[in-house]
């Protein structure tokens, strides 16, 4: 009461509704005004920020959290009176005609499509000390992943408006979500790279907003262990994106502008471009409202699985279950084995890879109702079994591959699974984890992830008919992977299969040795033989048969020490590097045409 007069009318009122909402402790033992005056102020901004920043405010998330934390205490499971099943979907397969359809359908559609690239995540699992999309995606070029994003949105609008005949060329947007923990360094990476090719109008950053702690099972929102006047934060998850899409505005200004599809993606997955044509393809053709993007799922595999969910009352849905829930879930309910994979060396279950693609006008309908509140979950590490005390302060969280949880049963949601090696080779687990995993399993590594890119430029360039050689089986940082050609190309030379197909011609071979690099757009492989690297790079203008034989010492991969200081974190956490002894190097500047045949 005494301090009523140093806090403005507002400020007053929020204060009146966390006191009525139990939140009695955050104002107890206030010291007379005069004291501490500017941080009792802080506090009440902070907690008008949290307010602000969470649909439906306060009191809403106070009332959910006390609902699930009753459900976790009382040990309900949020899969009650549901029965799991393996959905179907559509099978991609690299390369056959039904891909290469979907993909043309798939590159008409991407002017009318925005893409939402979510990075406000730390990646502590990696725990590396920079953004996760300023890593070099591979160290053959040093392209980071964000640089490569952008120049396959580039490339892929360009093939787009090839086939728009005179429609309206639009510059396809791309939204950024970022947090504290990655804004500045996301907005310094574009800046001081000319936002890699895109307009600067083009992308636009939205910050997410970090959410309260919840100190106990009455929900009470915990203080800063040394600081009375901060309440404690933790990030709310990735669900956050579609809250911050609709109350940006951009939604209905994307709908304004004729746009039709959403392609949300994450930060480290280097493949994923490789797969998104011909999965919008499939949403194009089934007209799903939504689609994910799925791949073959080692069972026990740390990514969640795309499951249909049968409800006694007749409700169904088919929607990811995360990892941690989906073997419980199946033991529950008559698999006693749980997650286990089946004849295919699989677990039955496709693996989400969260590359949701969603039908912007039914998107915004569904938003309209929720505000993009997802449905969310709490995860409380309990002192002990009574369940009472939590060893430290947890939150609500959400995800958001969870948003077709509160669609109507008339909604068209499907999903698309791919060939793993096509399109899902991420960077989440630091060296030490990623040796750990069992044997088989994919490792999520900075080591994997690279090699991961030879192997689907060589497996494609095979597709389209160059001899590559079998790769050799090397170990770096404790783990065993397969080393391919270092094959690798810009999106101006090629987005689709298609494209690589009409670009690669003759009798072409490139020894496991070698490294292909090739950086321009009008660029044609014809007869080559290659043994050694090769790095072709011209202007657009130019156009450049590349044949004969090349041979040289090339580019080598050479193990290193994690553990050695002086070498780039971005190096030791790949546990190898690019040794550039001798190649073979031209570039085209004028235009014209022109033969590289040594
Ligand atoms: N992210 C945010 O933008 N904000 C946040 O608050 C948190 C994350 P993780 P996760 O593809 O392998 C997901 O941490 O959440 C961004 C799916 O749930 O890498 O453990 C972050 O920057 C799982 O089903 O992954 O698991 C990153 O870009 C499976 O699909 C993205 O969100 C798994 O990813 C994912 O964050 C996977």
Redesign the pocket.
Known sequence: QKNLSILSPEQIELGKMLLETGQVHLFENWPDPGVDDDDKKALLAQIDLLNSSYPGGLASYIKTARELLADSKAGRNPFDGFTPSVPSGEVLTCGDDNFIQYEESGVKQIQNAAFV?????L?E?LGYKGI?VALPMETTTGTCFLQHYIESILSLSKASYKHAQGECQRDVPLVI?T?DD?HGHTLQLLESNSYFGMKPTQVKLLK?EKVACLADNDARLALDLNNKYKIQTK????G??HALLYSSGLLKEWKDAGLRWVLFF????GLLFKAIPAALGVSVTKEYHVNSLAVPRKAKE???GITKLTHTDGREMVI?V??NQLDPLLRATGHPDGDVNCETGFSPYP????QLILELGPYIDELSKTGGAIKEFINPKYKDSTKTEFKSSTRLEC???DYPKTLPPSARVGFTVTDIWLA?A?V?NNPEDAAKVPKGNPY?SATSGETAIYRANSMILRKAGVKVDDPVTQVFNGQEVEVWSRVVWKPKWAVTFSDVKSKVKGDNSVSQKSTLVIKGQNVVIEDLKLDGALIVDSVDEAEVKVGGSVLNNGWMIESVDKDCVELPEEVRIRGFKINKKEQLEEFYGESGNFCLKP
């Open positions: 690239l979510v990075a406000g995540g990646g699992r996760k979500m947090s990655t997410q990030p709310h998850g990735h956050d994106v994450q930060d480290t997955n740390a990514i969640g990811n995360e990892y693996g989400n890879i969260n995800m958001m591959q899902y991420p989440k999520h």
